[in-house]
Structures are given as structure tokens and as C-alpha cells.
């Protein structure tokens, strides 16, 4: 059969073929076909109506299907993306080789009109509560969050893929130093699990700013909101094969005060907190989370002074004096600090004793030890309480 097209040197046309498969064109056959009516009334009247019909049909079942999505999205909320969730978990264990937080602690926001410090935790929380659907909470960890939050007024606890054992004990401590020391409340926004940027980097850490809502915004035009937090790594708190460890084989023997674990480190991190508590109260503020135009100065010029580091010092060198005048002896101040711990007297990088981590682990003793905890630490803690 031959193609219609001249100038189309096509050959071996199959004869049933109504277009030349080289060109496009008719072949004789397709132009016959197209000039006989009864077939273009079997065009119009049978296979493309059929087909009409099929897309009309697909269409329907498409649009049923996205009703019947929506009604139980609208049922289930969001456990109904929850095993999506399951399985990122598990890829995530996969790819990293250790499981780590679903939940991003690091989000930031700009140009939030925020009035009030009502509002200010109220953003705090809904940061935290809005992606927390996403974890595999147990329903004892939900109550274990809930329960010590009304006791010690934190805002936000999220505990999120934390195991019941570990959960129960990760809030034994926090309520246990609230027991000990019961007028902190008011400064700490939140405790949360979070991934560090590396997984050694921190086991728990204290955060006494963490710039949240309209960081590099203009204070004539937006209220600011910053997060005093206490933060624990994935790392351990998610990963039992670690925890089953002694904490001494990650920091070595005699970092931290005797009988030292995983989940007592957060009464240490507790003591970075007090610490900045009673050096608020001592400049007249409550905490630094609501941010105006206002105090914005007052509040920047606290952290910088607490950031010297002098605060602490000074509570140092007055139980430094106390105990030597009671046990009469000598002690210099990094002798005084070590025989709490090695952390206890740590350096910064001019060879300087960091008092901040000196008290903090008289509190993390205090915890642990209570009235059998050092002599040193004593000293510590009875001016600690008397500055709260």
C-alpha cells in the first residue's frame, strides 16, 4: 500500500494501516476510511464514545475516592499519617545507625505579632505540640509530661519516642529538684528531646537563650520571643543499647560526681538553670522570653554580664571561704572545685575556672547524695538557697 504523499518515498506499508508510519500522512486506505460516512459515524457513535464514557467514569471514582480521603482525614485527625511517620522513624534508625528525634526544636519565626508573655508560651507550645502527633508516644509518657508539667509550671515537656522507663525517669529527676529547690518556676520554657548536631556533642545541655520569634526583626515593629531550654540528645535518650552503658564509659571515670547516670546529668543541667534563675532575680526579672522594646536593652545587658561568668564566681569564692574557715583550711579555688568532681573544675581556655559548672554539679550532688553529699558542695548549696 502507498503512501498519499508524493514526496514520501515510505515502502512496505502494512495494508491496514490508515497513516504512513515515515511521513504522517494518508494512505489509501485511511483516506478511503475517512470519506466513507458510515465509518466516521462509527467513530462518533461507538469506540470514542465508549471512551468518553471510561474517562467520565475515571474521573467520578477519582473524585469519590478524594471525598471518602478527606471524610476520614477529617475523622482521624492526624493518626492517620502516623504510620508514614512509623516508617520515617525506622528509615532515619537506618540511615543514621541509632534513632533519632522526628521533632525539629530549631524552628524559627519572623513578623509574629506577639503582645504578651500569655502569647509568647503560648507560641512556645504550639511550636512543640504541633508536630509532636508525629511521635510514637507511649500513653504513660503523655501522663509522666502532663503530670510534671502542672507540678513544676514548665510550659512544654516533650519526651517524644522516649520509652516509658526512661521517661518515668528523666521526670523523677526534674520533679525531684523542684522538690529540692521549690521557687525556680517562672525562667525554664521547656525540656525536649532534640538531635545535636553531632550525636557526641552534648548528653544534656542548657540553653539560656535561644532567639525563636522575630529574631532580626525591628523592636519598634515586633515583639520578641526567646526559649530558656533544657535540651537531651537523641543519641542516648532514644538509644537503650547505649543507656544500658555506665556513663563513665562515654565520659570517662570521675567526670561527673559519684554514682553519676544518663538521666541524672539533667540535675546538672538543672544547676546551669538555677544559677541563671537566681542571677535573673537579682536583676529584677522573672525570665527573657517576652521581649519589647521596652526591656530589650535591660534583658541583653543581663546576658551579657552573665556571660563573664562573675555571678557565679562570687558564689564560689563565698562557700570557698566558708569552708575553709569551718574545716580551717587553705584550699585555693580549683582545689575547691575538684574535690567535687573533675567537671566541677573545669577551665576555660584561658585557664579559668567555669564556676557555672562548679555549682552545677553541687546541685547534680545534692540530687544524688542529698545530706551525704560533699562538704564543698554543702557550702554551695546552703548559699544557693539562700539567694532563692
Known sequence: MNCLN???????????????????????????????????????????????????????????????????????????????????????????????????????YNKKIVNSYEESIKLIVEDITSQSWKCGHEIETSQYENKIQNKTSIPIISLC?????????????????????PNISGALTNISITNASTNKEYIARFQPMFKFVNADEDIAK??????????????????????DEPISSVVGSGWY????????????????????????????????????????????NVMNDFDTGEFSLSIIYKALENYNNKYNLNLNIEDFALTISKYAGVKDKNGNLIADETIAEAIHDYYLHKENMKNSSYEIIQIIKQKL
Not at 526512661?166 to 529547690?181: H, N, Q, T
Not at 525570665?287 to 526591656?295: C, L
Request: some cysteine; charged content about 20%; overall charge negative.
Open 6 to 108: 508524493q514526496s514520501c518515498d515510505a515502502d512496505d506499508i502494512e495494508k491496514e494501516d490508515n497513516f504512513c508510519y515515515k511521513c504522517g500522512h494518508w494512505t489509501t486506505k485511511g483516506f478511503s476510511f475517512i470519506n466513507n460516512k458510515s465509518c466516521v459515524d462509527t467513530i462518533f457513535n461507538g469506540a470514542a464514545v465508549k471512551k468518553e464514557a471510561n474517562f467520565s467514569i475515571m474521573i467520578s471514582v477519582s473524585m469519590l475516592s478524594f471525598i471518602i480521603f478527606f471524610v476520614i482525614s477529617l475523622i482521624r485527625g492526624n493518626d492517620l499519617y502516623k504510620p508514614f511517620f512509623y516508617l520515617k522513624r525506622k528509615a532515619n534508625s537506618y540511615i543514621y545507625g541509632y534513632n533519632v528525634s522526628i521533632l525539629n526544636t530549631s524552628n524559627t
Open 161 to 181: 519516642d522516649a520509652n516509658d522507663s526512661v521517661s518515668k525517669k528523666i521526670i523523677s529527676v526534674v520533679g525531684e529538684i523542684y522538690d529540692l529547690f
Open 222 to 243: 515586633y515583639n520578641k520571643v526567646n526559649k530558656t531550654q533544657i535540651l537531651l540528645n537523641s543519641y542516648y535518650f532514644l538509644n537503650e543499647d547505649i543507656m
Open 257 to 300: 560526681v559519684n554514682d553519676a547516670t544518663w538521666e541524672s546529668t539533667i540535675a546538672h543541667e538543672l544547676g546551669h538553670y538555677i544559677s541563671f534563675t537566681m542571677f535573673l532575680r537579682q536583676n529584677n526579672l522573672n525570665n527573657i522570653t517576652f521581649v519589647t522594646e521596652e526591656n530589650e536593652e535591660k534583658i541583653n
